[in-house]
């Protein structure tokens, strides 16, 4: 089933992980008057999302004082998961738009979600985001993908000798 909601501007909004590294499930929470939506998201995604972000902010003008980011706000249950995240800027009214639309998994419309950030929220969630991100494993000096504490199979050296932590 098909939601769509529209949240313009929120009075939260807050990126987090649960789980150890190598396991973690990575969220997206937002508030609107009142209507607390929880996502899933990838990594990778909130990577994209931080280094995107990062960029935006700095065409802008600073952004103002800036707060500790927020906490995920629980109890939540996750509503679906993301499937593609575009960001936009609207300049008239100063604020980042987050456009999440869901994974398609049948022949329905995918569910999307759209939240206006201003400039200092934008700037707290990349923050945060970067925390978490970096937070993880560490990545291998040969191909950057996740090291294990036991090394793991680097395709750069074709089978051979794992690095290692």
């Known amino acids: 089933m ?4 529209d949240f313009p501007s929120v009075d939260h909004v807050a990126l987090g992980a649960i789980g150890e590294p ?3 499930v990575f969220l997206i929470q937002a508030r609107y008057l009142g209507d607390l939506v929880t996502l899933k998201v990838e ?7 931080v280094r995107h972000l990062g960029e935006l902010i700095q065409e802008l003008p600073r ?3 800036l707060e500790e980011p927020s906490d995920l706000i629980v109890p939540y249950v996750i509503a679906w998961v993301v499937g593609s995240i575009s960001i936009s800027y609207t300049e008239g009214v100063d604020q980042v738009h987050l456009n999440l639309e869901e994974i398609a998994t049948d022949d329905s419309e995918p569910s999307t979600l759209q939240i206006g950030l201003s400039r200092e929220q934008s ?3 990349a923050i945060q985001g970067m925390r978490l991100v970096e937070a993880g494993r560490p990545p291998c000096p040969l191909c950057g993908y996740p090291l294990d504490p036991n090394g793991h199979a680097c395709p750069r050296t074709n089978g051979h000798r794992a690095p290692a932590l």
């Open 2 to 5: 098909s939601i769509s909601r």
């Open 123 to 125: 700037a707290e969630i």
């Open 63 to 65: 952004p103002g004082h």
């Open 22 to 24: 190598g396991k973690r």
């Open 43 to 49: 990594k990778a995604q909130v990577a994209a999302l």
